[in-house]
């Protein structure tokens, strides 16, 4: 099974800031990695996949990077409604998720 | 519009049967597999088990195999999940996805649906 670690568990930031997540896997893999963020009572919403491809729909202040082991999700400027939990999750070999990075005030 | 829409909640005692169920519409459903992921109060999201509608091939997580059936109508463009005897720990929100190809990132998700199992 590949693990899934996500980095930090909880950030504190504000309106404006760039914000950086980090997702470390157990096992290298290419670009089979996507970045989902969900909201308090909301289904979670699918924000970039294959590392790097951002979502239709999606804001462009989002952008993930990474391959082999280490990977990132980026807020460039963080906007109020980007409040919210963010998971990373490897699809190389079956499915697995990161615990959650909650992204608070 | 690709939609993913869930039955309604649930309460039930432990040692009860459940059937939820994942409705699809919007997109051909036999094209995509459908996911089920359980994220339990507080906590974040565990991936369960896949299965393709057009044969019903189905993989499970092997943390949810055996305790759980996931199965599919391709007729009436629904998945579901069920169990045969429910436990407490067993509460939480349940999630149907959609996801094109094995192993491809889950794009619509259901609202989800929320078992509570108490005595």
């Known amino acids: 099974d590949i693990q899934m670690t996500q980095s930090p568990s909880t950030l504190s930031a504000s309106v404006g800031d760039r914000v950086t997540i980090t997702c470390r896997a157990s096992q290298s893999f290419s670009r089979w990695l996507a970045w989902y963020q969900q909201k308090p009572g909301q289904a979670p919403k699918l924000l970039i996949y294959?590392?790097?491809t951002l979502q239709s729909g999606v804001p462009s202040r989002f952008s993930g990077s990474g391959s082999g082991t280490e990977f990132t999700l980026t807020i460039s400027s963080l906007q109020a409604e980007d409040f919210a939990t963010y998971y990373c999750q490897q699809y190389n070999s079956y499915w697995t998720f990161g615990q959650g990075t909650k992204v608070e005030i | 519009e690709v939609q993913l829409v869930q039955s309604g909640a649930e309460v039930k005692k432990p040692g009860e049967s459940l059937k939820i169920s994942c409705k699809g519409s919007g997109y051909k459903f036999t094209n995509y597999w459908v996911g089920w992921v359980r994220q339990m109060p507080g906590k974040g999201l565990e991936w369960m088990g896949i299965i393709y509608p057009n044969d019903s091939d189905t993989t499970y997580s092997p943390s949810f195999q055996g305790q759980v059936t996931i199965s599919a109508d391709k007729s009436l463009t629904t998945a579901y999940l069920q169990w045969k005897s429910l436990k407490v720990s067993d509460t939480a929100l349940y999630y149907c996805?959609?996801?094109?190809?094995?192993?491809?990132?889950?794009?619509?998700w259901g609202q989800g649906t929320l078992v509570t199992v108490s005595s």
């Open positions: 996805t959609r996801c094109y190809g094995f192993e491809g990132e889950f794009d619509y």
């Open positions: 294959e590392a790097s």
